[in-house]
């Protein structure tokens, strides 16, 4: 098993930035891919960016340029560093863990899951 805990959400102006952060727990080992996905109201949940334990990436055409994931392994973390934020990124961001490349990266499945943290861009 592996736990999630997402932290870092909150109110932001359009432009501002912000940070999430997941701390992993339990049988890290395991894991291939991380993400962040996002569901916003009445939409479908999105997978925002993602990075397997070789630190390849992939972006939602929506944040490239804007949004960079990363994990520091020794201290089992992934962030989302969320730069010129729009009204339209405002979602629960949830973090999420994949034993299978292809689920992650191609399915877009993910079998462990945070509580998610919301994220609110808003003048």
């Known amino acids: 098993q592996v736990q999630l805990v997402e932290s870092g959400g909150g109110l932001v102006q359009p432009g501002g930035s912000l940070t999430l952060s997941c701390a992993a727990s339990?049988?890290?080992?395991?894991?291939?891919?991380m993400g962040w996905l996002r569901q916003a109201p009445g939409k479908q949940r999105e997978l925002v960016a993602a990075?397997?334990?070789?630190?390849?990436?992939k972006y939602a055409d929506s944040v490239k340029g804007r949004f960079t994931i990363s994990r520091d392994n020794a201290k089992n973390i992934l962030y989302l560093q969320m730069n010129s934020l729009k009204p339209e990124d405002t979602a629960v961001y949830y973090c999420?863990?994949?034993?299978?490349?292809?689920?992650?990266?191609?399915?877009?499945?993910?079998?462990?899951w945070g509580q998610g943290t919301q994220v609110t861009v808003s003048s």
């Open positions: 990075i397997t334990s070789g630190s390849s990436t």
């Open positions: 339990g049988s890290i080992f395991s894991i291939n891919t």
């Open positions: 999420a863990a994949e034993e299978n490349y292809y689920r992650a990266m191609v399915l877009k499945a993910f079998h462990y």
